[in-house]
């Protein structure tokens, strides 16, 4: 149990030992006077004494509740880590999607962010041809959003770099793929989640995205992908040059499955908030403060009554 003003009760004791004192006293030399009178203490005595001695207590409790006690309880919660892995390569220029690929991801995604319990740690990935995370897992969805909305379009698409950097974010170190081909065991990561928004047109390594989902597979690590674009597609300018762009879903279904996720179309709200309910939360225990000043002033005040009850039945005065 902690105490936020510990002088008050310092105070409190104080006083309530002086009170004590001061009440011994008076009722021994009460008590003196009535034996050398040759009375002997009845129950209305009794009852006048124990009513002092009540009130006493009272004061004392009052005190403790004055300095506002409270007590540390252990509270478990569910919590999970989410990391929203952005497309922003050239491709998701294309406006196939009103108005444009990117802009359809950014609503997409900032309405499943704020979807999220507190619970939930939230991180951003916006990858091209490479990735970088630009806001780590954490609680504030606040943040994230600004992220979201912050992503802007550049580069070509590689989404074994998204799947690692994100990785990368949930295990707080770099996660690569080695000489040999294969990324070093990570873990176990089961309360972690990654979502892909992306048109699922991969320049990279195709190899290299199978290593990669395999590697979150093998952590335990959930892999959502949510489909941006249409399959007729349209066409965007790269470097001078206009080039047909069409969504994947193909690439973006074999991703998910991999890890025993599922692939969504962004434009389907119901699949979208579907995503939530496959987040593995974990359950943690932290402490909270819990007041108890509430407590003592309702003890405190139940003895003070009970004190002036006794003191009224025996002198017809409170005090």
Do not use: C
């Not at 309880?73 to 491709?91: E, K, L, Q, W, Y």
């Not at 290593?211 to 959930?222: E, F, L, N, R």
């Not at 225990?285 to 007041?291: A, F, I, N, S």
């Amino acid at each position: 149990m902690s105490i936020a003003s510990p002088w008050w009760l310092v105070l409190g004791g104080l006083v309530s030992a002086a009170l004590i004192a001061g009440a011994t006293v008076t009722f021994r030399r009460r008590r003196t006077a009535l034996a050398a009178a040759g009375v002997v203490v009845g129950t209305s005595n009794r009852r006048l004494a124990l009513g002092l001695w009540l009130n006493i207590a009272g004061v004392a409790v009052l005190a403790i509740a004055v300095a506002r006690p409270a007590a540390s309880v252990p509270v478990t919660r569910a919590a999970g880590t989410v990391i929203i892995a952005m497309d922003v390569s050239n491709s998701m220029s294309a406006t196939d999607v009103a108005p444009t690929r990117l802009d359809a991801a950014k609503k997409a995604a900032t309405a499943f962010v704020e979807a999220q319990p507190s619970s939930v740690d939230i991180g951003v990935v916006a990858f091209q041809t490479g990735a970088l995370t630009t806001d780590q897992p954490s609680a504030d969805h606040t943040q994230a959003a600004a992220a979201i909305q912050r992503l802007q379009i550049a580069g070509g698409t590689s989404l074994a770099a998204a799947v690692l950097t994100s990785l990368s974010a949930i295990t707080g170190k770099t996660v690569s793929i080695g000489k040999d081909g294969t990324v070093p065991t990570l873990g176990y990561w089961g309360s972690a989640t990654i979502v892909v928004f992306s048109d699922g047109g991969d320049q990279g390594n195709p190899d290299a995205t199978t290593v990669a989902a395999t590697a979150a597979q093998a952590a335990g690590v959930h892999i959502e992908t949510v489909g941006v674009g249409t399959t007729d597609g349209a066409t965007v300018e790269v470097d001078g040059y206009r080039i047909q762009s069409a969504l994947d879903v193909d690439t973006l279904t074999t991703i998910a499955k991999t890890t025993g996720g599922s692939y969504h179309p962004a434009s389907d709200t119901a699949e979208l908030d579907g995503i939530a309910s496959t987040i593995n939360l974990r359950l943690t225990t932290h402490h909270e403060d819990v007041p108890l000043a509430g407590a003592f002033t309702a003890f405190a005040i139940a003895l003070l009554a009970a004190g002036a009850i006794l003191t009224v039945l025996r002198t017809g005065r409170i005090v």
